[in-house]
């Protein structure tokens, strides 16, 4: 009779399977993955390296030592304990982040811009008591600016009665708002002192949300070529609201991680951030093993460094509040091994 792990659903509760079981979880979540992505399936020895990761029955997996990943974290520093700058410092020091972020509980540059005075000096103090790289961070936000909280027409609202030029007028008028405060904010917190930018979560509202997170970041770099900029998407491909907005020749909509970190890289990115969604009825290692199939071909022809988003609900980690430390830890192993990652 087959032995039995314990191992974790993408919602982060406890199953047990069997190696076979998990082996045939790996094989349909690199189909789909392949499927969907039109891209290469995991190879077999990839698969071999997978099922050696989620067989085991150790509580903790990791890597060699040498073979670490970086790990850029978004969101680092929250206002539920001590200041932000104290809870830097905890990141820092005691959860190994490589690459921490300031950020404001309003994760929006339209929002940050009313406050950027005061989040220039928490940067400044930051940067008085910190060793790592501190870059700040928000999202481009489109939704924020139509109605009835922002100046334009609701493209959500349009879309539905057949609105369809006025909706796509109303996200190219957003765009230009959105543009022009990205740009504001991080000269702001550039002359603050920051050591990087991150644009979090690009393309949420679209592909107008991501054209203008690229647009931002190529007028950034213009001005500060030596700053360095991550940018995160939203999902594992580019949804098309508006369906028709190009980036140098290059149509946003529908691209998936391997294709856009080359237009990301272009604009002048420095850091690119791929998503893909679990399905929190699968087990973890049919997410990672499909999460991987969509990201190797993105590394494989990336310029730039990628870091995977690897948190609460993407990238393989169970979609709960505090993800248990079993499943990212083979998380983040698997990312390394199979898909060469160059860091979460």
Not at 158 to 169: F, S
Request: glycine share 10%; hydrophobic share 40%.
């Amino acid at each position: 009779m087959e032995r039995s792990v314990t191992t974790r659903l993408a919602d982060g509760s406890l199953v047990r399977m069997t190696p076979s079981e998990i082996r045939a979880d790996l094989e349909e979540g690199t189909a789909l993955g392949a499927k969907r992505a039109k891209v290469p399936p995991l190879e077999p020895d990839e698969l071999e390296q997978l099922g050696e990761i989620f067989s085991s029955s150790a509580r903790f997996s990791a890597v060699d030592i040498g073979d670490e990943l970086v790990l850029s974290c978004d969101g680092s520093g929250n206002l539920d304990s001590g200041t932000r700058v104290d809870e830097l410092y905890s990141y820092q020091s005691h959860r190994g982040a490589d690459i921490l972020e300031l950020y404001h509980i309003d994760y929006s540059y339209k929002a940050i811009k009313t406050i950027l005075s005061f989040e220039q000096q928490v940067m400044k103090t930051a940067q008085l008591n910190l060793v790592a790289p501190l870059q700040y961070g928000a999202m481009p936000d489109l939704g924020r600016y139509s109605r009835p909280d922002g100046p334009v027409a609701n493209w959500s609202e349009l879309l539905p009665l057949g609105r369809i030029d006025e909706a796509r007028a109303a996200q190219e008028e957003a765009m230009e708002h959105a543009v022009r405060d990205m740009v504001f904010v991080a000269e702001g917190m550039i002359e603050a002192g920051a050591d990087g930018l991150d644009f979090d979560t690009s393309g949420a509202a679209g592909d107008a949300d991501l054209l203008a997170a690229l647009r931002a970041v190529e007028e950034i770099k213009s001005r500060h070529p030596d700053v360095g900029i991550e940018l995160g998407m939203a999902s594992e491909f580019v949804l098309g609201m508006h369906g028709e907005l190009e980036f140098h020749g290059r149509r946003l909509a529908g691209l998936w991680p391997r294709d856009l970190v080359e237009l990301a890289a272009e604009a002048g990115v420095t850091v690119f951030g791929p998503a893909v969604n679990v399905n929190t009825t699968k087990s973890v290692a049919w997410n990672v093993a499909r999460a991987l199939t969509i990201v190797k071909p993105c590394v494989a022809e990336s310029p730039i460094p990628v870091h995977m988003n690897a948190g609460m609900g993407v990238g393989g980690v169970p979609m709960t509040p505090y993800p248990p430390a079993d499943a990212v830890a083979r998380v983040s192993h698997a990312m390394r091994t199979v898909g060469r990652l160059d860091g979460l």
